[in-house]
C-alpha cells in the first residue's frame, strides 16, 4: 500500500471509530507526536500498543462524523507524506460541534506507520472541549479508556 494509500484508509477507519484498526496501521515499534503538546499532554507516545491504549477512548470523547477537507502532499522522500485535514463531529460530553484542522507529517514503511507527527492548536482544541483543563483531562488523564 502507497502512503498516500494508507493515510486514506487511516482516515477512513477514524471516522468509521475502529480505533485498534487506526493503532494497528502502527509498526510495533511506531511513534506518535505531537509537536505542539500543551503542558501536561503527552508529546510522544511509543509502540503499537502504547498507542492503541492511548486511542482506545478518542470515540467517547471526540466522535468525528467526518473529514471535510483534505491534501495528501507526497514529498521527495517516497516514505513521507504531508496531510491537511480538517475533522469535524461533536464533543460527545457536550455534543457542541467539533471541527479542527490538522497537519500531519507520516513516515511510512512496508505499509506500516512509523512515525506521526501531528501538529494541531492545544488552544483550539482546549475552547472545543470547554477549557485547557478538560483537554488536559480528556487526553493525558487518567480516567481514560
Not at 511509543?46 to 467526518?66: H, M, Q, W
Not at 506521526?116 to 483531562?137: C, F, H, I, N, Q
Amino acid at each position: 500500500m502507497r502512503p498516500s494509500e494508507l493515510v486514506e484508509h487511516a482516515l477512513d477507519l477514524l471516522v468509521k471509530h475502529d480505533m485498534a484498526g487506526f493503532a494497528g496501521l502502527w509498526a510495533e515499534d511506531g511513534v506518535l507526536e505531537f509537536p505542539f503538546a500543551a503542558a501536561g499532554y503527552p508529546p510522544r507516545v511509543e509502540g503499537r500498543n502504547a498507542i492503541a491504549d492511548y486511542l482506545r477512548g478518542y470515540p467517547d470523547l471526540l466522535d468525528v462524523r467526518a473529514i471535510t477537507a483534505k491534501t495528501v502532499h507526497e514529498t521527495a522522500d517516497p516514505a513521507v507524506v504531508v496531510v491537511e485535514m480538517t475533522a469535524a463531529g461533536v464533543v460527545v460530553e457536550t455534543q457542541k460541534p467539533y471541527e479542527l484542522s490538522y497537519i500531519a507529517v507520516l513516515t511510512i514503511n512496508d505499509g506500516e506507520i512509523r512515525r506521526y507527527r501531528d501538529y494541531w492548536s492545544p488552544l483550539a482544541a482546549a475552547e472545543l472541549m470547554g477549557g485547557v483543563d478538560e483537554l488536559t483531562s480528556a487526553f493525558a488523564g487518567s480516567d481514560r479508556g
